[in-house]
């Protein structure tokens, strides 16, 4: 007087994700007729759902990992246009800093040729001028020597005046102390040196 039954509740279908046959629980009596016990195989259940729940977490983790990688990528693309910035950045200042550089050592070539014209024409000032004060003094020098050779000849005819008239009146003097009538022959001229050649101008 013992029984022994066995019995599976099935689904009709499985739910969405299951893989496999529709899910089914195994149920099973055995023991006397007067208190049979009941027995209950929920394994191909539980596999089931474990698997369900094994294929969501692996979707989350593949999820997690596709966004994992696309915020990688993203902060890679953030770091290289970062990194690009920075680069156009430094190359802005570099150039920058180099047409400070070429404008500065422009300004002072500037400055440097300006320098050097000033110098230049106070230089040509300063010839200018001694050329000039040379000249100056040569024409007052060429002046004086002329000044002096004027003066120079004008005492010469002046001392040959002088000493015409002291010969006349010597040969007068012998006329009247010879005795003689009429007046005397005139004396010859007296020897003025030729006049100095002018100083060049």
Known sequence: LALDM??????GEG????????????????????????EADAGPLTGGIAAIVLQRELERIELFEMEANE???????LGLERQRREDARRA?????RRAREAQVESERQARERARIEAEATRERARQEERQRQEAEAARRA?????RRRAAAEAQRQREADAQRQRDEAAA????????????PDPPPPAQVPPPLPAAPR
Not at 6 to 11: C, E
Not at 17 to 23: C, F, K
Not at 142 to 146: C, F, H, Q
């Open 142 to 146: 060429a002046e004086e020597a002329e």
């Open 172 to 183: 007068l003097r012998r006329l009247i102390e010879a005795g003689q009538d009429g007046p």
């Open 6 to 11: 066995r019995g599976l509740l099935a689904a």
């Open 71 to 77: 915020r990688a990528r993203l902060q890679g693309r």
């Open 15 to 38: 739910p969405k994700g299951w893989t496999g046959p529709p899910p089914a629980v195994g149920v099973s009596w055995r023991g006397p007729l007067a208190a049979p016990r009941r």
């Open 92 to 96: 802005a200042e570099e150039a920058a």
